[in-house]
C-alpha cells in the first residue's frame, strides 16, 4: 500500500481530495486524477494554492467551496497558500463575466483586503497557512518580460473562452487588459512553483494557462483541482456581494441564518453539499427531509452554517430570533436604537447602512419592505422617537 509522508494512504487522499470535483470532460478528469495520484506518492507535502481576488470588503459562502477543498489537502499535512489577488483584482477576472468589470483603485484593494486572511482563517488552520500577495512578483515584471508572457498564448486561444467568444459575436468590446487576466493567474502558479491549484470551475482556463506557463519554464506542471459555484440566495446567479444575493463570512449569525432561511428548496442540497461539512453519508437522509419537510431541512441548513462559523449556541439563539420575529412575527427583544435627530427614515437607513445608498432605500420603501409600527411607512416621512422600524423581515430599528 502507498502511503505519503502523513501516513495517509495515497487511495484514500485521493477519494478526499477528488470528491465533489468537476472538469465538464471526463478524458480531462481521469487525466488530472492520475497526475494528482503521481504527485500523491511524492515523498514530500505538496504545495497547494487558492488565489482570491480582493473584489469586495468580505468573502462569501461561494468562496468557502474552494477554502474547504484546500483545508482538506492541509488537514493531509500539505503545504497550503492563500494567495490574496491584489494585482489581478486590478483587471478582475473575466471568467465568469458577459461585460467588463469594473477597475478597480490600489486604494479599494487594500481597503477590500484588510481581513481577508482573517475571514479565511475561519475555514483553514491559520498556524499551516502561507498568505501571500501576486503583486510580489507580478509588481516586478518588465514590459519585455510581459511581451515574452503574452508571445505564449494566440488571440484564437482567448477566444476560445465562451465569455469572450459570445461578446466577440456580439459585437461587444473585448479589451486587451481583460485577455492579461489568464496570463496573471497562469504566472502565479509559476511564481509560488505550485504541485495543484485550486479554484473554481469558470476558472479552468486560467489554471491551464498556468500548466503553460509552469511547463515553458521547466516546471512540472499542476493539477487543477476545480469546484462547482455556488449559486446565491436567488437560486440562479453566483453568489456574490455586488449581486446582494450572498451569505458572508462575517455575517452575524442571525443574518446567516435569516438569509440561509430564504434560499430556494431547490438549491438547498447544493448548499448542503458545497457549503457545509455536514458527512457525505447524510446527505441522502437530508435529501429525504428536504423532500418530506423542506421546512425542517431548511432550518437544518440554517442551522448547520451558522454553528459552522458561530459555534452551537449562537445557532440555537438565531433559530428562536427568527421563529420569534420572522416566523410569528414578534418584535425581538432587543434592536440597534438609533437617534433620529428629526432626520427623514430614508436617511436613517442610509446612515446605518441597512441599504447602500438613496436609490436602494427608495427602492425598499417602494416594494412596501420597511414598515413602522407595523405600518407601510413613505421614504420621506419623519423618524417618529419611540417608534419601532422594520425592513425585510430580519433588520429592527428602534429610534429614540
Not at 477519494?15 to 504527485?39: I, K, T
Not at 511581451?147 to 494566440?154: A, D, E, H, P, W
Request: glycine share 8%; with cysteine.
Amino acid at each position: 500500500m502507498t502511503l505519503t509522508r502523513n501516513m495517509t494512504p495515497v487511495e484514500d487522499q485521493l477519494a478526499v481530495l477528488m470528491s465533489g470535483v468537476e472538469y465538464g470532460d471526463e478524458p480531462l478528469r481521469r487525466e488530472m486524477e492520475r497526475e494528482l495520484r503521481a504527485l500523491l506518492t511524492l515523498d514530500r507535502p505538496l504545495r497547494v494554492y487558492l488565489g482570491i481576488d480582493p473584489t469586495a470588503t468580505s468573502l462569501t459562502l461561494g468562496h468557502t467551496v474552494p477554502l474547504r477543498k484546500l483545508r482538506q489537502f492541509q488537514d493531509f499535512g500539505h503545504h497550503c497558500i492563500f494567495l490574496i489577488g491584489d494585482y489581478t483584482a486590478l483587471i478582475g477576472d473575466p471568467s465568469d463575466k458577459n461585460k467588463l468589470r469594473p477597475m478597480l483603485t490600489s486604494e479599494d484593494i487594500a481597503r477590500n483586503e484588510a481581513t481577508y486572511f482573517d475571514q479565511a482563517a475561519r475555514i483553514l488552520d491559520p498556524a499551516r497557512t502561507e498568505l501571500r500577495h501576486n503583486s510580489e512578483w507580478l509588481g516586478k515584471l518588465t514590459f519585455p518580460e510581459i511581451i515574452t508572457l503574452m508571445s505564449k498564448f494566440t488571440v484564437a486561444e482567448m477566444l476560445r473562452r465562451d465569455n469572450f467568444r459570445k461578446r466577440f459575436g456580439d459585437d461587444e468590446a473585448v479589451y486587451l487588459h481583460e485577455f492579461l487576466y489568464a496570463l496573471m493567474q497562469g504566472y502565479d502558479a509559476y511564481a509560488l512553483a505550485c504541485d495543484v491549484q485550486v479554484g473554481g470551475t469558470e476558472q479552468l482556463f486560467n489554471l491551464m494557462a498556468g500548466r503553460k506557463i509552469q511547463e515553458d519554464a521547466g516546471q512540472k506542471p499542476h493539477v487543477p483541482v476545480t469546484l462547482p459555484i455556488l449559486v446565491g440566495l436567488d437560486g440562479k446567479k453566483r453568489m456574490s456581494k455586488s449581486k446582494g444575493n450572498h451569505i458572508g463570512v462575517g455575517d452575524s449569525p442571525d443574518e446567516q441564518y435569516g438569509k440561509a432561511m430564504s434560499i430556494p428548496d431547490e438549491v438547498v442540497m447544493d448548499f448542503f453539499v458545497l457549503a457545509t461539512n455536514v458527512p457525505r453519508p447524510a446527505l441522502e437522509g437530508i435529501r429525504a427531509e428536504l423532500h418530506q419537510a423542506p421546512m425542517a431541512a431548511k432550518k437544518r441548513l440554517a442551522a448547520t452554517i451558522v454553528t459552522e462559523f458561530w459555534g452551537e449556541e449562537a445557532a440555537r439563539e438565531a433559530q428562536a430570533r427568527f421563529e420569534r420575529t420572522v416566523q410569528r412575527k414578534e418584535a425581538p427583544d432587543e434592536m440597534p436604537v438609533v437617534a433620529a435627530g428629526g432626520r427623514r427614515l430614508i436617511d436613517v437607513l442610509v446612515a446605518e447602512g441597512v441599504a447602500p445608498s438613496k436609490r436602494e432605500a427608495r427602492r425598499l420603501f417602494e416594494q412596501g419592505a420597511v414598515t413602522v409600527d407595523g405600518q407601510a411607512a413613505a421614504a420621506d416621512a419623519a423618524a417618529a422617537p419611540g417608534s419601532v422600524v422594520q425592513v425585510g423581515k430580519r433588520r429592527w430599528l428602534r429610534i429614540s
